[in-house]
């Protein structure tokens, strides 16, 4: 059976108008996503699809959690909006009779907000895509360009901090290659130790601050 075709817009991004402080709206492919002050200093938002008799898709009514400030309410009500596009796509490439363009599902899954890594997992879980295939696939879309550079760096920046507390460090051409973490260990083993220099994890944490 056809699906029904819903003609979205990912391009546009998401734009709220009226009073953040008090009531706001953002119209967004196809969607709508409001949220509201209530009376109790907590907030409330939904989001609709517009091109789907206003069907209601999610809302803080469905959650016994309590939203403080409006920033946080439109960032779930966003956070709903995307998966539900995300997931949409999905099925509706699923269920076609026409072969799948990948490349455009990871175009369309970057527009929508989707981060690199979920698309990888996407591919995996969804289309039977082997892990290391998902992983060039979206490493070689053009619209995740210098993506795999950042990932190389980020994680040769991970073990060469990691190495100067692990156990075992294996070399290639000079380079940290992997590390090796003997959890069996009892921490009182290098309380002095630690008590000399930082933890292996402010180390790490301080090579990615802004």
């Known amino acids: 059976m056809k699906m029904n075709e819903k003609n979205r817009d990912y391009n546009q991004p998401i734009q709220w108008s009226g009073d953040l402080d008090d009531d706001c709206t953002a119209k967004w492919s196809g969607l ?18 517009t091109l789907d008799n206003q069907n209601q898709i999610d809302s803080a009514n469905e959650y016994d959690e309590r939203i403080i400030g409006g920033e946080k309410a439109r960032e779930k009500a966003e956070e709903v909006a995307k998966d539900y ?23 369309d899954l970057k527009r929508i907000g989707i981060s690199p890594i979920v698309t990888i997992f996407i591919l995996v ?7 290391s295939d998902a992983k060039n696939k979206v490493f070689d879309a053009p619209v995740w360009k210098g993506v795999r550079e950042q990932s190389e760096m980020l994680t040769q920046s991970f073990l060469d901090a990691g190495a100067e507390d692990a156990d075992e460090v ?26 000399e220099k930082q933890t292996f994890w402010k180390r790490v944490k301080s090579k990615f601050k802004y």
Not at 38 to 49: F, I, S, T
Not at 173 to 189: H, N, Q, Y
Request: include cysteine; glycine fraction near 2%; hydrophobic fraction near 35%.
């Open 32 to 49: 709508m996503l409001r949220a509201e002050w209530m009376d109790e200093d907590y907030w409330w938002w939904c989001v609709y699809d």
């Open 85 to 107: 596009l995300k997931n949409e796509l999905i099925h509706k490439l699923k269920n076609s009779e026409e072969e799948i363009d990948f490349d455009k599902l990871i175009s």
């Open 170 to 195: 294996e070399m290639i051409d000079g380079r940290v290659a992997s590390i090796t973490f003997d959890l069996t260990k009892e921490d009182a083993e290098k309380e002095d130790e630690e008590k």
């Open 125 to 131: 879980k969804d289309f039977g895509f082997e892990y």
